[in-house]
Nanobody, 121 residues
């Protein structure tokens, strides 16, 4: 069973920075992509940033230029560096990993438990 463990959330003032970590229980290369999602109170979960097994990255428009997704293959860990944080970044952040496995091929998703990020003024 795949486990994803997030850490690094907390309380920060506007304009501050945090770095989230997502440690996987297996090689991150075994996943097609790893994705950071967030869910604010009363809102739907949204994708924030993702990184593919090939290293391609993509970001939501709301975080472009402020957030950076990266990985450390030796630690099976993906990071989300969040700079210039805004009040609207307050949410629970979830790590997701997915891969296509089985015959016929199907997508399997794995989720972390979430970590709270609170940005205060």
């Amino acid at each position: 069973q795949v486990q994803l463990v997030e850490s690094g959330g907390g309380l920060v003032q506007t304009g501050g920075s945090l770095r989230l970590s997502c440690a996987a229980s297996r090689s991150i290369f075994s996943f097609n992509a790893m994705v950071w999602y967030r869910q604010a109170p009363g809102k739907q979960r949204e994708s924030v940033a993702h990184i593919t097994s090939g290293g391609s990255t993509n970001y939501a428009d709301s975080v472009k230029g402020r957030f950076t997704i990266s990985r450390d293959n030796t630690k099976n860990t993906v990071y989300l560096q969040m700079n210039s944080l805004k009040l609207e970044d307050t949410a629970v952040y979830y790590c997701n990993a997915w891969r296509v496995i089985g015959l016929p091929p199907g997508r399997s998703d794995y989720w972390g438990q979430g970590t709270q990020v609170t940005v205060s003024s």
